[in-house]
């Protein structure tokens, strides 16, 4: 399995939906750990890179582009 490719402000999808309904996270801070919003409600969550890397599904949006 290949690793998963993000970026600093990319739109992803994680697996399971925010509570508030939304599906769209932003990363906004990336490290040892990475820190999300949720494009919905505005929440962040900061999660380690390794669960990260597990629970993302898919870029959505790109800041390249």
Do not use: A, Y
Request: charged content about 30%; glycine content about 6%.
């Amino acid at each position: 399995m290949e690793p998963k490719t993000f970026q600093l402000n990319d739109v992803v999808e994680m697996k399971k939906p925010h509570p508030c309904g939304t599906n769209r996270w932003k990363v906004i801070r990336m490290g040892m750990d990475i820190r999300i919003k949720c494009v919905g409600c505005g929440h962040s969550v900061m999660i380690p890179r390794k669960d990260f890397s597990k629970k993302m599904k898919k870029v959505l949006e790109s800041s390249q582009d």
